[in-house]
């Protein structure tokens, strides 16, 4: 009964190589969010989706890319991933409230290793 | 922006005791969730919680907006419980930020 799965649960990578996250969901929401938490800090959120209107934080470096190709599916791509992006990574959704933000439900989260 | 302040930051129980989480947060909400993150990291959705009192189980939730806090309540806390809670308020479109958090430690 998953509504919101994030792949892989463990990646790592190296240095300056690219990485793709990923997270469905099977809740038809139309808001999906991507969240980046270091340790013993609370969860920063990225930018998020509101159907295919793609949000961007101010201070997300351009390091971070996302796609959403369809409702059920939204990417994180880091392209030169540094050290200092070693973190969680959490998917979240949430919706249908137009007029403010509705229950959110998170991913089991994706946790990034750089070497 | 808006500033989410939690406390106490770090508390340790009993199993059995009661305790009481507070948000401050600096500006007017729409509204405001609570959330527990266990030690897996898996965060959960305890309370949607804009105004007024809610109940589940051994939880409540009281969020007075007119004077920008909220308190989660736990009663006869488990193990299971142990984890971060994270108190979170509507900052822009379809937007949370998320407090500082609490970290409890519940112990047999």
């Known amino acids: 009964d998953a509504m919101v799965i994030q792949n892989p649960r463990y990646q790592v990578t190296q240095f300056g190589k690219p990485v793709t996250l990923s997270c469905s969901q099977t809740?038809?929401?139309?808001?999906m969010y991507w969240y980046q938490q270091k340790s013993s800090q609370a969860p920063k959120l990225l930018f998020h989706?509101?159907?295919?209107?793609?949000?961007n934080e101010a201070d997300t470096p351009d390091n971070f890319q996302s796609r959403r190709p369809n409702t059920s599916f939204c990417f994180l791509d880091i392209r030169s991933p540094g050290l200092g992006d070693a973190a969680m990574y959490l998917c979240?959704?949430?919706?249908?409230?137009?007029?403010?933000?509705?229950?959110?439900?998170f991913g089991p989260g994706t946790r990034l290793t750089v070497l | 922006g808006i500033q989410v302040e939690q406390s106490p930051p770090d508390l340790i129980l009993q199993e059995g005791a009661n305790s009481t989480l507070r948000c401050n947060f600096s500006?007017?909400?729409?509204?405001l969730q609570w959330f527990h993150q266990n030690p897996w990291g898996q965060l959960i959705n305890l309370f949607y919680?804009?105004?007024g009192t809610k109940q589940n189980g051994r939880l409540s939730a009281t969020t007075v907006a007119t004077e920008r806090y909220s308190l989660l309540y736990i009663s006869s806390s488990q193990t299971t419980d142990s984890g971060v809670y994270f108190c979170?308020?509507?900052?822009?479109?379809?937007?949370?930020?998320f407090g500082t958090g609490t970290r409890l430690l519940v112990s047999p």
């Open positions: 989706y509101y159907d295919k209107d793609f949000n």
């Open positions: 500006d007017s909400v729409n509204n």
């Open positions: 809740l038809n929401h139309n808001v």
């Open positions: 979240a959704t949430s919706g249908p409230l137009v007029d403010r933000v509705d229950t959110q439900y």
């Open positions: 919680i804009p105004s």
């Open positions: 979170a308020v509507e900052s822009g479109f379809q937007k949370l930020v």
